[in-house]
């Protein structure tokens, strides 16, 4: 009996060990390497999954590629400090203005595609857009509603969620909505990360509060919060800060590189 007992405290305290490693790992993950500097300002910047940069000026958006060599640009009226850039990767962009009420869909070199007048699609208060990881489809979100609207190409709704706050229990006020896979993630910064099927059924809630510039990387989720970058994985639950995260604003997070403004207002690319 004493030798089981000795052996069970042996194991007890090996699992122990264990996890304090795994938690004093997971706090020094690696640290970005500075690598360019993209001696322009702008009022807002946004990295997609496959790095592609870009910067947003007023009547002006700039994409740069991951060495920070210019791209091209797309310049309109509807720019201007509130558009939100939306990219899940390389083949679309999606600019939603709410200030003009406009969603401007272009191609991958920035060429228009369509610009689709919110105030033509309905009754919706339309505060949040994503994109579906195809880019054949846009998700919007329906503030009086609390409703998400799936469109096809010919802005016609083929899916009406059930209203959200009624499904939580509470009120959302989502920032982001980002489709990865089969999963759709609504990002809300005061109540965390609301997990959906690409359906819209929901599924869980991550309570991570004031989460910003999200993104899903190999079924990790990146956030920057309290000027640092973390990651949430979702296999083990656990959630991971990088303690050498750059002196940087804005931190917009790619698939391996970082970007931020620096103290001079310019973009610095870091190598992640």
Request: net charge positive; hydrophobic share 35%; glycine share 6%.
């Amino acid at each position: 009996m004493k030798k089981e007992a000795l052996k069970s405290n042996k194991c007890y305290k090996l699992m122990i060990a264990f996890c304090l490693f795994l938690i004093s790992y997971s706090s020094q993950a690696a640290a970005p390497v500075y690598f360019k500097t993209i001696s322009k300002t702008s009022s807002d910047l946004f990295i997609n999954t496959t790095n592609d940069i870009f910067l947003l000026q007023k009547g002006m958006l700039e994409r740069y590629n991951s060495d920070g060599t210019f791209f091209q640009n797309y310049g309109s009226i509807y720019i201007n400090e509130h558009t939100d850039i939306i990219s899940v990767n390389g083949f679309k962009t999606i600019l939603f203005s709410p200030d003009f009420g406009k969603i401007i869909q272009l191609d991958n070199r920035l060429r228009e595609l369509d610009v689709i007048d919110a105030y033509n699609l309905g009754t919706y208060i339309i505060t949040c857009v994503g994109t579906s990881y195809d880019n054949n489809y846009l998700w919007l979100f329906d503030a009086g509603s609390q409703r998400l609207i799936k469109l096809d190409k010919d802005h016609t709704p083929i899916f009406t969620s059930n209203t959200l706050s009624m499904l939580i229990g509470k009120k959302i006020n989502p920032r982001q909505i980002i489709e990865s896979g089969i999963m759709l993630y609504l990002v809300d910064h005061k109540n965390g990360i609301y997990i959906f099927d690409n359906q819209g059924n929901y599924i869980k809630n991550i309570p991570i509060e004031n989460a910003r510039n999200v993104k899903v990387i190999d079924n990790k989720i990146y956030y920057t919060k309290d000027s640092s970058i973390y990651s949430y994985d979702n296999l083990t639950f656990s959630e991971t800060r990088y303690t050498q995260t750059p002196d940087l604003k804005n931190i917009q997070i790619g698939k391996t590189i970082i970007c931020g403004v620096n103290k001079a207002g310019y973009t610095e690319i870091w190598k992640f």
